[in-house]
Each structure stands twice: as structure tokens, then as C-alpha cells.
């Protein structure tokens, strides 16, 4: 995997002689991981490689306290304090793991994992770098019900969009967003939201973080690419929205999920069984602002597919997120996050159709 890693290295991170490089792996991504400290040495950078497992994970997990959980790990904070770069590759090997912890120790955990990187991350301008590839498992696979062939296809295929096609999309999208106020969004399946983003700056999501996103705070990216999100204002959110596609979330598939909104807050929660326990992990979860609507996405990218782990990126695809949206510029911090995707919807900015029927319509 040498030339991924070169594009990894040298295209998205753009990583320098003076830059600090953690590369955050699991066993299964081990080659990947190698060849990425390879590419840094190439440049001169220094590189620490931070090994995870399933049973490290699922150890910690069941042993530890909700208490201990959220409190973030010194190591962790640690390699923030003195990492300038990052690379995230993949999670669990076998996600089925996930099922055998309670939601509620999962929020503590996630709490403690935001308290030991973010703001850290964010006030030093840590560049990060998740890569998607390594999530592809025959037993993640198997626990979400996907075709391993068909969908790593489709993650290859979607990763090989070029940036340059991503940011110029990106960049007429993000000033549509960035002039309008009112965004509506509607479908056949009960799906009636409306909300407001005057004053908010839409982020473009290329794949690359480059000096422009370093300035604007945006120090996140992912591969494959391919979206806008904004982060709507947090009190304007009134309607509903009944999800449509299928979420992986914690080794479950979210099938069924709707929120109803009332001045930016969730006032009524309805779904599947997994939904269920999503909304208890959510209930336990951090901040005071989880109930508040988080973030608009919309996906760019043309090879992505529905029905897998990277819903938001796909082109045409509308989702919205609840909770923390520091990342975007938004209010809400230090609060639970998730995100679910609508396909076949309608949108519009201002009364300006911009997705219409889940084709995106850009000019």
C-alpha cells in the first residue's frame, strides 16, 4: 500500500520535516500504518505508531467504571499535547464487540475520548486524518449485513474521486450555504424540517487539510471524501425527520429513527430497537446541548453508495446531526453526538431548490 500511503502522506495531511506524526492503528491495519510512518520518515517527520486491539478495548471497557470512562485517558491527552498530525486508521476489527458493552458505559467513554483530544487538538492545531479503508472487515461486514465485495468496491472506487473534483463542488456548494438563512427540508416519509444558518461558515470535506482549512479551524478530513456541513443555528430547528437509510452504529444497524424538534430541541424520539439503545447511550451522555440540532451535511461525492458506513458523503444525501458541533463553529460542546442520513429528499436554501429528490442541483 505504498502509494496510498504517499497520497495520504504528502496529499491530505501534507505532513512536513517539523511535524510530530501519531498514527493510531489496530493489528489489521498494521501494513497500512507501516508504510504511512514509512512516507513520514521520507520527509524528515518523527512518528510515534499507537497500537489498539479488540480485547484491549472490550478489556478497559467492561472493567473500568462509567466514572473512571470519562475521564480523559493522560496517555491519551498526552500524545495530543505533543502530536501535530494524526492518522486514525480504522477501529475494531469485529465490531460485534460493541454489543456487549451497555450504551451508557459507551457515552462515558466517548466523553472521556472528546475530554483528552479536542480541545487539546483543536487550540493546537493538531491536523487529523481519518482513513476509512481500515474499517473494512468481513466481520464488520457480517454485523452491519453488507457485501464485503460490493462494498469495498465501493470504498475504493470512492476513495479514487480526486480532491480537485471535491473542492471545486465543495466550493460551489459551501457559498450557496454560506449566503442563504432558511433550509427546508422535505420528503414523501414524513420528513418536514426547517431551520436556520444565517451567519454560519459551511466546511468543505475534500479529503485534504491544507493551510485555507488550518485558518478556518477545519483540521478534521476523511478518505474516501466528499460533503458540505454547516452547523445550523441551535434554536431554529422546528419539525420533523424520519430517517431512511440504514446506520451502523456500536455493531447494530439503525433501520428505523425519527426526532420531532421544537425551538432547535428534540422533543420526541421514535425508532427501532437500536434506536432504543442509542437514545439510553444518548441520555447518559455528555452536555446540555445534545438535544440541540447539530449540523446539515450534504454528500458530493458521485461513487459513494447509500447503506454503508459513509451515508453523509454520498452525492445528493441529506443528513443531520444532533449534539456536539464545535468542530463546524457551532455552540454545542462537549455534547453527544450522531448523525443520520436521508435519501430522495428535497432541499432548499431560501426557497432554492438544491437537492431535489436526492439529485444534488448545483449551478
Known sequence: MPKL?????????????DDNVTIFFYPHTTELAEDIAEECFRIGADVNLSAYTDRFYESYMKLLPEESLRKPSVFCRALTEVSTAEFWLGGLYDPAVFRRIPPEKQAAADEGEYSAHFP???????????????????????????????????????????????????????????????????????????FSMRGRRPQINDGVVDEDDIAAGALEAAIPAGSVAIAPLEDSANG????????????????????????????????????????????????????????????????????????????????????????????????????????????????????????????
Open 5 to 17: 500511503a504517499s497520497n495520504l502522506v504528502r496529499s491530505c495531511l501534507r505532513i512536513r520535516p
Open 120 to 194: 487539546l487538538a483543536r487550540d493546537r492545531k493538531v491536523r487529523s486524518l481519518f482513513v476509512a479503508l481500515s474499517q473494512i472487515t468481513r466481520p464488520r461486514a457480517k454485523a452491519y449485513g453488507y457485501s464485503f465485495p460490493r462494498w469495498q468496491k465501493m470504498m475504493n472506487a470512492a476513495s479514487a474521486v480526486p480532491a480537485s473534483k471535491l473542492q471545486a463542488d465543495g466550493r460551489r456548494l459551501a457559498a450557496l450555504l454560506a449566503t442563504s438563512d432558511h433550509v427546508h427540508v422535505k420528503d414523501d416519509g414524513g420528513t418536514d424540517l426547517e
Open 240 to 363: 420533523t425527520i424520519e430517517f431512511n437509510v440504514p446506520q451502523a452504529w456500536a455493531g447494530r444497524s439503525i433501520r428505523k429513527l425519527g426526532w420531532e424538534f421544537s425551538g432547535g430541541r428534540i422533543v420526541s424520539w421514535s425508532g427501532d430497537k437500536n434506536a432504543d439503545l442509542l437514545h439510553r447511550a444518548w441520555a447518559k451522555g455528555a452536555g446540555s446541548e445534545k438535544d440541540r440540532i447539530g449540523g446539515l451535511t450534504v454528500g458530493l461525492n458521485p461513487r459513494a453508495e447509500l447503506g454503508f458506513l459513509q451515508n453523509p458523503i454520498v452525492r445528493g444525501a441529506v443528513s443531520i446531526s444532533i449534539g456536539g458541533n464545535e468542530e463546524l463553529g457551532g455552540a454545542n460542546t462537549n455534547s453527544f453526538p450522531h448523525q443520520q442520513t436521508l435519501a430522495g429528499a428535497n432541499l432548499t436554501l431560501d426557497g432554492k431548490p438544491i437537492v431535489k429528490a436526492g439529485k444534488l442541483l448545483l449551478p
